[in-house]
């Protein structure tokens, strides 16, 4: 895991906040990291493990699964200072999955019991 841009762009506190029991005064300057919210443990339960069924929620009729919208999820930035480069990024990953999928044959190990029932 890793920052791209470890130091971050300089923000200021715009009111007094209380923070952790520390009091930062208005115009503070803060550098906020994505990691702090990525790698918190309370949202995202064993951060530094690959899981990816942590995105993923049961379909309604039982069957397979799909996406799940987490709002906490933003390696890309939020707001006007979003990543100028996510459009790229997800245009990278979907050719890498097509060109792998066209390259390379892909099987199920075990028959999902929903699949079964679609074939019979």
């Known amino acids: 895991m890793c920052n791209l841009l470890a130091q971050n762009l300089l ?27 990525l790698f918190d443990e309370e949202i995202f339960p064993e951060p530094m493990r690959f899981k990816p069924e942590r995105f993923l929620e ?14 906490e999820l933003i390696p890309f930035g939020v707001g006007k200072r979003q990543c100028l480069g996510e459009s790229l990024a997800r245009q990278e990953l979907f050719l890498f999955t097509a060109n792998l999928f066209h390259r390379y044959t892909v099987r ?7 699949l079964r029932a679609k074939s019979t």
């Open 11 to 37: 923000h200021r506190t715009t009111r007094d906040v209380e923070l952790n029991g520390y009091t930062l005064p208005v115009g503070t300057r803060i550098v906020p990291q994505l990691c702090t919210v």
């Open 58 to 71: 049961k379909k309604e009729n039982g069957c397979g699964y799909k996406l799940m919208k987490c709002e």
């Open 108 to 114: 199920l190990l075990k028959l999902h019991h929903c």
